[in-house]
């Protein structure tokens, strides 16, 4: 009996741009220019529940390209671990394998969809299937821009309490998929805020920045261009920054985006 399930995406990818998705819920995005990059992520968070989850990739040409080089490559599986005691790895599920670009086989994307079996022995506060439908939601981009906005000004503002409670069910739902204890939890936010009072106080929102959808429909967010999230924080002395990766969904109870 597995105690304690760890899904585990790990994935190789060489000059292309890619999105991952679980149960069509961004996982990771990128934009591979130069050379290959071979990673992992986690992706219990993205799992509500027992049952069928979907894997989703789709592939595109590197920023500025049309087309894929013949050095294109993607790649990903599935790994399953129980976490009970340290990383014990319990079963590989096959993804995909991009096929070879050659000059009789040009290519400007790639996409690959697929379903499997999961179990996991918690279940998530899934607010969002109980939302409202985002293409019944006038002026999206406008309400998603002022409760970023919000969010922003609250962190500024120092207003912690309020930020932590806005961000208390996404961050159930962390603790839950990742088996943190409340004090791990804590320490998440705590974190967090330690940033915006040593420094990360300049606030951004960016104005290209457009809406993504995803969980079918059931939630948005607003991104760069280059799949970064809109809202950053800057720290002046040294230069850094800070960005702050939000979903929301449409809350039927409280008639507004809430965070999820």
């Known amino acids: 009996m597995i105690r304690k399930p760890y899904y585990i995406i790990k994935f190789s990818a060489c000059e292309c741009r890619f999105e991952i ?52 490559a ?13 990383f014990m790895h319990k079963e590989t599920y096959e993804g995909y394998k991009s096929p070879k670009i050659t000059d009789d086989r040009l290519l400007s994307s790639l996409a690959s969809s697929k379903k499997m079996e999961v179990a ?44 932590k409670q806005k961000l208390s069910n996404r961050e159930q739902n962390m603790a839950t998929s990742m088996y943190l204890s409340p004090v791990d939890s804590r320490a998440r936010l705590n974190s967090l805020i330690h940033d915006f009072d040593n420094g990360f106080d300049q606030m951004t929102l960016s104005e290209d920045a457009v809406v993504v959808y995803s969980a079918y429909g059931k939630k948005a967010s607003l991104k760069k261009v280059t799949g970064e999230p809109a809202l950053c924080f800057e720290k ?25």
């Open 21 to 72: 998705r679980v149960n069509d819920q961004p996982i990771i995005q990128m934009n591979v220019a130069d050379g290959q990059v071979s990673s992992q992520a986690p992706i219990n968070h993205a799992i509500s529940e027992s049952g069928i989850t979907e894997i989703s990739i789709s592939v595109l040409p590197v920023i500025g390209s049309t087309q894929f080089s013949d050095a294109t």
């Open 74 to 86: 993607f790649s990903y599986d599935c790994h399953l671990y129980d976490v009970q005691n340290g």
């Open 236 to 260: 002046k002395d040294p230069l850094e920054h800070l960005m702050l990766d939000l979903e929301f969904y449409w809350s039927k109870e409280t008639g507004q985006f809430e965070i999820i």
């Open 120 to 163: 996991v022995n918690y279940t998530l506060n899934a607010l969002w299937t109980e939302g409202k439908d985002l293409g019944d939601v006038d002026d999206i981009e406008k309400k998603l821009r002022m409760v970023y906005l919000e969010i922003g000004n609250t962190v500024q503002s120092k207003k912690y309490e309020i930020f």
